[in-house]
């Protein structure tokens, strides 16, 4: 055991006995580990850990994990796909949460859908854009009742990635397309932005005599936009109609149809859904 003399301000000497764990804990600390997990390790308080670090003279690590990809704020076709998949089934909340008795704030971009190849998509252009890789989790509902579909989950817990995100307007009642993809003219971005809105809320239909591909949503201001961004790229859409069904919540509609229209949302849009995909190259054959 190491020992260490002091002086007090009065003159007196004394002699402390230090832990063998301190060189060890500034070790673990620099390799990368938390120091809440360096206790849990070697066995003592969190609090004792962090008196330890303080009189080595470690600097403690920002609690705020950093954004690897500097130029995450550049639109690209993968950040256009992320806001297309954000004005659709993707959230972005934060809130109060409970670990070990510890009270703390929580930032989260989440998904949850019943297709493993959408949620690929989307991790995808998550690390391309920010370089983080999601939380990838199946919650399984089938076992418990045959009509329910399995969820895959992708969540992501960075607060950079959070205020990113929660600048733009986006929620199920009230989302907007982003003004940097309304103003765009690139093709592949404004593409890129659509693929993700119809791989959340787009649906095939096909009947006997007819086939479209329709989106429904609450937000009329918002479909009004994606109709403006599909005529962008020459794909002409029915008018905008309003759902009468009773057992609905108010809501709003607009269909592709014609053979020409559907062949170039296949060219310049597509989905990343493969079911969805296949269906509509099946159609156009």
């Not at 950093?66 to 130029?71: A, H």
């Not at 940097?180 to 649906?203: A, H, M, Q, R, T």
Request: charged share 30%.
């Amino acid at each position: 055991m190491t020992i260490i003399f002091k002086t007090r301000c009065d003159g007196v000497r004394q002699k402390f006995h230090l832990t063998p764990l301190r060189p060890k804990i500034k070790k673990l600390y620099l390799e990368g580990l938390s120091s809440r997990k360096i206790g849990k390790k070697l066995g003592i308080s969190h609090t004792r850990v962090l008196i330890i670090l303080k009189k080595e003279n470690v600097n403690r690590r920002s609690l705020i994990k950093p954004i690897y990809n500097k130029n995450h704020q550049k639109l690209t076709a993968e950040r256009a796909y992320i806001f297309g998949v954000m004005c659709g089934d993707g959230c972005v909340f934060s809130g109060m949460a409970n670990k070990n008795k510890w009270k703390y704030k929580n930032y989260i971009v989440y998904l949850a859908v019943k297709d493993r190849d959408f949620i690929d998509e989307f991790v995808r252009c998550i690390d391309n854009t920010y370089g983080v890789i999601p939380s990838l989790y199946l919650r399984e509902r089938n076992k418990f009742n045959k009509k329910w579909s399995d969820i895959w989950i992708a969540r992501i817990t960075r607060k950079e990635v959070y205020r990113d995100l929660s600048h733009y307007k986006f929620g199920t009642e009230d989302w907007r397309i982003p003004k940097e993809v309304i103003k765009c003219d690139n093709e592949k971005i404004i593409g890129s932005f659509l693929k993700g809105f119809y791989d959340s809320e787009g649906s095939v239909l096909k009947g006997p005599r007819s086939f479209n591909i329709v989106v429904y949503s609450n937000n009329l201001k918002g479909l009004l936009e994606i109709k403006y961004l599909l005529k962008k790229l020459g794909i002409n859409s029915c008018k905008m109609m309003k759902d009468k069904r009773i057992h609905r919540n108010p809501s709003f509609f607009f269909a592709i149809l014609k053979k020409k229209n559907l062949e170039v949302f296949l060219n310049k849009v597509g989905f990343a859904i493969q079911r969805k995909q296949n269906k509509l190259k099946e159609h156009l054959k």
